[in-house]
């Protein structure tokens, strides 16, 4: 380990590394299990991640909707993030998507809103709690 300008090497490693985040998902029409999930990185610290780092970096080319886990109360929920700039959740420091594949054709973008109803719209919708999450007509809207 060489030391420079008073700063190992080892410690330089070790900043760098913590600034790419592995985000693990499982898409339900594929069967796949959450129990085996997928994984990929990001280049950012996991609390700076946003739905679009998630979009950019999605290793699947096609249209995607993204659930997150996240607490609630005492609980384990899914929560919809449709908002680009929203930092997504993480639980006991990992992040976990639920992804959900609406088309393999296009990007991976949200439609974009008029400005006159943005502010109107909701980012997010009522968590639901994990043992229901399966059921993806079981969300409301706020």
Same mark, same amino acid.
């Given at each position: 380990?060489?030391?420079? #300008? #008073?700063?190992?090497?080892? +410690?330089?490693?070790?900043?760098?590394?913590?600034?790419?985040?592995?985000?693990?998902?499982?898409? =339900?029409?594929?069967?796949? %299990?959450?129990?085996?999930?997928?994984?990929?990185?990001? *280049?950012?610290?996991?609390?700076?991640?946003?739905?679009?780092?998630?979009?950019?970096?999605? *290793?699947? *080319?096609?249209?995607?909707? +993204?659930?997150? %886990?996240?607490?609630?109360?005492?609980?384990?929920?899914?929560?919809?993030?449709?908002?680009?700039?929203?930092?997504? *959740?993480?639980?006991? #420091?990992?992040? =976990?998507?639920?992804?959900?594949?609406?088309?393999?054709? #296009?990007?991976?973008?949200?439609?974009?809103?008029?400005?006159?109803?943005?502010?109107?719209?909701?980012?997010?919708?009522?968590? =639901?709690?994990?043992?229901?999450?399966?059921?993806?007509?079981?969300?409301?809207?706020?």
């Amino acid at each position: 380990r060489r030391v420079h #300008g #008073g700063i190992s090497s080892f +410690f330089v490693l070790v900043i760098v590394m913590s600034q790419k985040s592995l985000v693990y998902y499982f898409i =339900t029409t594929d069967k796949d %299990q959450q129990d085996k999930p997928n994984a990929f990185y990001i *280049p950012k610290a996991l609390n700076e991640i946003k739905l679009k780092d998630i979009k950019s970096c999605f *290793p699947i *080319p096609g249209l995607y909707h +993204f659930r997150f %886990q996240m607490r609630f109360e005492n609980s384990i929920v899914w929560m919809d993030v449709t908002n680009d700039e929203a930092v997504v *959740p993480a639980v006991s #420091g990992k992040i =976990t998507a639920k992804v959900s594949r609406l088309s393999w054709d #296009g990007p991976q973008e949200a439609p974009k809103v008029s400005s006159s109803s943005a502010s109107q719209s909701q980012s997010f919708s009522k968590p =639901t709690s994990k043992s229901s999450a399966s059921n993806s007509d079981d969300l409301l809207s706020l």
